[in-house]
């Protein structure tokens, strides 16, 4: 009888880690509200996210042109959010806390390993269904060559 409360036991944990790949929770940066990916992309999209960490390489000089890449993303269509990820929610506040910027937080890289992320900063262009269209260099003149082929 332990046997089979042990393979339950497995099998639900199971279940629920692929549940939350499918569904990656992230908390609004500025809120601090939770909130579900699926959710959040559907009413938005689609979307240019910004995948950026304070850790990473170009991090600053990212930030400091988000002002002309948030320009870019608009005229092809595509609202902009940061998504910090694989930090403290305390560090991103730290770092992103002071630019009006809208931001999510990702501390595990969810996101990351969703849409097989392997350079921070990257932009990724996400359909409202979720479905990735594009992984491009995190810069305004790549938003505007994908827009404009």
């Known amino acids: 009888m332990r046997r089979v409360g042990v393979v339950f036991t497995l099998l639900l944990l199971i279940g629920i880690s692929t549940a939350s790949a499918a569904d990656p929770r992230l908390v609004d940066g500025v809120s601090g509200a939770p909130i579900a990916w699926t959710d959040w992309v559907a009413k938005r999209g689609p979307v240019a996210v910004l995948v950026w960490a304070s850790w990473a390489p170009k991090a600053e000089a990212t930030m400091d042109g988000h002002a002309s890449l948030a320009t870019a993303c608009s005229e092809a269509g595509l609202h902009l959010v940061v998504l910090d990820v694989q930090e403290s929610l305390e560090d991103g506040r730290s770092a992103l806390g002071g630019r009006e910027v ?17 350079e921070v900063p990257s932009l990724l262009l996400v359909t409202a269904d979720g479905e990735q269209l594009a992984k491009l260099d995190a810069t305004p003149e790549a938003v505007r060559v994908w827009s404009n082929p």
Request: proline fraction near 0%.
């Open 102 to 118: 809208g931001w999510l937080h990702d501390r595990h890289g969810a996101l990351l390993k969703k849409y097989r992320v392997i």
